[in-house]
């Protein structure tokens, strides 16, 4: 530990920053400039390099072999794998520098694996989880675990998939099941079938637990592609995959599930103040989705961070 300051350095680093915050510890051969920002309990490995304008949270921990460029923002509690690599210029040129690096943020809880490559002015959302090597090429939303080059998204932490054909139904009768997640229920709908076709209907009230004023649907939407990604202050939702395959993600800022619709006469209630997302959408897909509501732009609400802040689940950030 330094005698006149409260954080630790290593004898063969170089830290020209004074805003080092209490018990980081800061390993051989990294470097620190003078305008960086690192907070509290920080881990910063052998053969790190800090740029100025750079703003590290608390508890985040930098793994061997990174370099955190200008415009680059980490939040409390990152992890960040050994030689993970930021860019913070689109096209870069030797000798020409743009007026304003691209901002990057990295939000609280994230993991990035080794060797994974993050593209600038980009937005990893809160808990994502990065694979190793993978390159991130668009922002990448609050959970979401990705894999590969071009990243892609291949399922939610915490989130282990449900399927609906756990509840089975007795000769015509509905059902209904409870999951972990707030006020959210996995529907089953009478289903009629003989050499005519088949034929599902649920009562509206009943069956599915309230009265519709709108209905969409979802339909042509590429695989790698992800809907919702917002919740609802008070308009209620029940989706219904007439054909195909989605999943949906249900989560009500403290539980998360995964739920796999494949069956028209399957459906999941989504009650207002939950968190929605729907991905992995076979080729054939379509969702329909009967909402509580007339469409109302404000009603959405689309940052996660507020999601979890209105629902009592706020998160901290650097003082």
């Given at each position: 530990?330094?005698?006149?300051?409260?954080?630790?350095?290593?004898?063969?680093?170089?830290?020209?920053?004074?805003?080092?915050?209490?018990?980081?510890?800061?390993?051989?051969?990294?470097?620190?400039?003078?305008?960086?920002?690192?907070?509290?309990?920080?881990?910063?490995?052998?053969?790190?390099?800090?740029?100025?304008?750079?703003?590290?949270?608390?508890?985040?921990?930098?793994?061997?072999?990174?370099?955190?460029?200008?415009?680059?923002?980490?939040?409390?509690?990152?992890?960040?794998?050994?030689?993970?690599?930021?860019?913070?210029?689109?096209?870069?040129?030797?000798?020409?520098?743009?007026?304003?690096?691209?901002?990057?943020?990295?939000?609280?809880?994230?993991?990035?694996?080794?060797?994974?490559?993050?593209?600038?002015?980009?937005?990893?959302?809160?808990?994502?989880?990065?694979?190793?090597?993978?390159?991130?090429?668009?922002?990448?939303?609050?959970?979401?675990?990705?894999?590969?080059?071009?990243?892609?998204?291949?399922?939610?932490?915490?989130?282990?998939?449900?399927?609906?054909?756990?509840?089975?139904?007795?000769?015509?009768?509905?059902?209904?099941?409870?999951?972990?997640?707030?006020?959210?229920?996995?529907?089953?709908?009478?289903?009629?079938?003989?050499?005519?076709?088949?034929?599902?209907?649920?009562?509206?009230?009943?069956?599915?637990?309230?009265?519709?004023?709108?209905?969409?649907?979802?339909?042509?939407?590429?695989?790698?592609?992800?809907?919702?990604?917002?919740?609802?202050?008070?308009?209620?939702?029940?989706?219904?995959?007439?054909?195909?395959l989605v999943?949906?993600?249900?989560?009500?800022?403290?539980?998360?599930?995964?739920?796999?619709?494949?069956?028209?006469?399957?459906?999941?209630?989504?009650?207002?103040m939950t968190?929605?997302?729907?991905?992995r959408y076979?080729?054939?897909?379509?969702?329909?989705?009967?909402?509580?509501?007339?469409?109302?732009?404000?009603?959405?609400?689309?940052?996660?961070?507020?999601?979890?802040?209105?629902?009592?689940?706020?998160?901290?950030?650097?003082?």
């Amino acid at each position: 530990m330094n005698s006149t300051k409260n954080f630790f350095v290593h004898n063969q680093a170089i830290c020209e920053s004074e805003d080092i915050g209490k018990n980081t510890r800061i390993w051989a051969f990294a470097h620190i400039l003078p305008g960086a920002r690192v907070g509290n309990d920080c881990n910063v490995c052998d053969h790190v390099f800090i740029e100025n304008d750079v703003q590290i949270g608390h508890r985040v921990t930098v793994k061997c072999g990174v370099q955190v460029w200008d415009g680059i923002i980490i939040e409390d509690d990152v992890f960040i794998g050994p030689n993970v690599t930021f860019t913070n210029d689109p096209f870069p040129r030797s000798k020409i520098y743009p007026q304003q690096f691209a901002r990057t943020v990295i939000r609280k809880g994230a993991s990035l694996g080794a060797n994974s490559t993050i593209l600038p002015g980009l937005t990893i959302g809160t808990n994502a989880m990065i694979g190793a090597g993978a390159v991130v090429t668009r922002s990448i939303p609050a959970n979401a675990i990705v894999v590969g080059n071009p990243a892609k998204i291949i399922g939610y932490v915490d989130a282990r998939p449900v399927r609906n054909e756990q509840i089975t139904v007795a000769g015509k009768v509905s059902m209904q099941l409870e999951t972990m997640v707030k006020g959210v229920t996995l529907h089953t709908m009478k289903k009629f079938a003989d050499i005519r076709g088949s034929l599902s209907v649920g009562n509206f009230g009943h069956a599915i637990p309230f009265k519709p004023v709108r209905y969409f649907m979802v339909y042509d939407v590429p695989t790698a592609q992800i809907r919702g990604e917002h919740a609802h202050r008070i308009c209620h939702q029940f989706m219904v995959a007439v054909k195909g395959l989605v999943h949906v993600v249900a989560d009500d800022g403290i539980n998360r599930q995964e739920f796999i619709l494949d069956e028209p006469s399957q459906g999941v209630y989504l009650p207002a103040m939950t968190w929605g997302i729907q991905y992995r959408y076979s080729p054939d897909a379509i969702l329909m989705v009967f909402a509580s509501h007339h469409y109302d732009a404000t009603d959405y609400i689309r940052d996660y961070d507020e999601f979890r802040m209105l629902t009592g689940c706020s998160r901290n950030t650097l003082p």
